[in-house]
C-alpha cells in the first residue's frame, strides 16, 4: 500500500515543481495562514485523484495485485501524509518569510482539509469521471468566497448555541472539534469503500 502512496508523487513530478512558488504566492499575498495550510494540503491529492480521473487509472489499479480496500486506504492515509508535509514546507516557508502563524492556524487548516476531503473523495467514486474535479474544484472556490458570509450569518442567528459553546472549556471544545472532524473522515473512508467495492471498471 506504502507503493501506492508514493505513486501519487511520482506521477506528479511536473505538478510538484510548482508547488512551492504556489504555496509563496498565497504568502506573499498576505493571505490567512489558514488559507495557506489549507491549499497547500489539498495540491497533492486532488492532483491525484485529477490524474487518475483522466488518465481512468482505476482500471489499471484494479489491474494490479492490491484489494480495493487497500487502493481506498492508500487514497484517505496517503492523503494525511502529504498534508503533513505541505503543512511542514508551508511553516517552513512563512517563519523563512517572517510571517506570523500560531498552532491554532495550523489546526484549523488541519480541520478544514480534513472535513473538505471527507466532503468530497466520495465524489470521485459517486459521479461519472470527467466533470468531478472541476466541480470539486469550483465548490472550493466557492466556499472560500461565502465562507466568511455564513460564518457572519451563523453568529448572528445562533447566538445561544454560539454562546453555549463559547462558555465551554477550550480544551473540551478543541477536543470536540477534533473528534467530529476525523468521525467524519473515517465515515468518508467507510463510504467510499463501500461505494468502491461495488463499482465496475
Known amino acids: ?10 506521477l506528479q ?15 506573499v499575498m498576505n493571505s490567512h495562514p489558514v488559507l495557506t495550510f489549507l491549499v497547500a494540503s489539498i495540491f497533492i491529492p486532488f492532483n491525484a485523484y485529477a490524474y487518475d480521473e483522466k488518465a481512468e487509472a482505476n482500471v489499471l489499479l484494479n489491474s494490479l495485485p492490491y484489494t480495493r480496500k487497500e487502493i481506498i486506504a492508500s487514497r484517505y492515509l496517503g492523503a494525511i501524509v502529504y498534508m503533513i508535509l505541505a503543512i511542514a514546507l508551508s511553516s517552513l516557508a512563512l517563519w523563512l518569510l ?26 470521485f467514486y459517486i459521479f461519472k469521471q470527467g466533470y468531478i474535479f472541476t466541480i470539486v474544484l469550483i465548490s ?36 470536540g472539534a477534533a473528534l467530529s472532524v476525523l468521525t467524519g473522515y473515517v465515515i468518508s473512508w467507510i463510504v467510499s469503500q463501500v461505494i468502491y467495492q461495488k463499482k465496475a471498471f
Open 1 to 10: 500500500m506504502f507503493n501506492l502512496i508514493r505513486r501519487d508523487v511520482i
Open 13 to 27: 513530478k511536473r505538478q510538484l515543481l510548482f508547488f512551492i512558488p504556489f504555496i509563496l504566492f498565497f504568502i
Open 98 to 123: 517572517d510571517k506570523p502563524f500560531t498552532i491554532k492556524d495550523i489546526a484549523f487548516g488541519i480541520g478544514l482539509f480534513l472535513s473538505f476531503s471527507a466532503l468530497t473523495f466520495p465524489m
Open 140 to 175: 472550493f472556490l466557492v466556499l472560500a468566497g461565502i465562507g466568511p458570509s455564513i460564518v457572519l450569518y451563523l453568529k448572528d442567528n445562533l447566538t445561544p448555541l454560539i454562546d453555549f459553546s463559547l462558555n465551554l472549556p477550550l480544551q473540551a471544545l478543541y477536543t
